[in-house]
């Protein structure tokens, strides 16, 4: 559910002890009142929304960026090794972000996004070196760099 769809939630459900984290033109749309603003706890947050399709669409053109999900094996040093294939290949990763899957401390799963995109021999050897080293690979996308990258 997205933060729009909670606030509709929970004007639905009518509990005054349940609230939801959406924006003031969500609370005001479904009738809530604001019981705090600028919760963040960086001004430098971010919301990334995913926009998906029933059939994959792949962009073209140059300045691509993946976003994908992985969990490595529990096996010593399984994400140093994991990373090997991007440095080793040239593609650069830009973000890098661990889970917890389950409360587990043995399976963690790891979001990230890299410059480039299937399809790309360097990418497509980094997945691959990648892919020895997991249990789980997911590409959640492909879509166009965003335009502050451009200019780094």
Do not use: C, W
Not at 37 to 62: A, C, Y
Request: net charge negative; proline share 5%; glycine share 10%.
């Amino acid at each position: 559910m997205d933060t729009a769809g909670s606030a509709k939630q929970v004007a639905e459900d009518g509990d005054p002890e349940v609230g939801a984290l959406a924006s003031e033109l969500a609370g005001s749309i479904y009738g809530l009142e604001t019981l705090a603003e600028n919760i963040e706890d960086n001004q430098h947050n971010t919301t990334r929304f995913l926009v998906m399709s029933p059939e994959p669409q792949r962009p073209t053109g140059e300045d691509l960026m993946t976003t994908f999900v992985f969990q490595v094996r529990n096996i010593p040093a399984a994400l140093y090794k994991a990373m090997g294939g991007f440095a080793t290949n040239g593609v650069n990763m830009v973000k890098l972000e661990s889970y917890m899957v389950d409360g587990n401390f043995t399976a963690t799963q790891f979001y990230a996004d890299i410059e480039g995109h299937p399809g790309d021999p360097a990418v497509d050897r980094a997945l691959e070196e990648l892919g020895y080293f997991t249990t789980h690979l997911d590409i959640l996308g492909v879509y166009p760099m965003a335009g502050f990258r451009k200019s780094v």
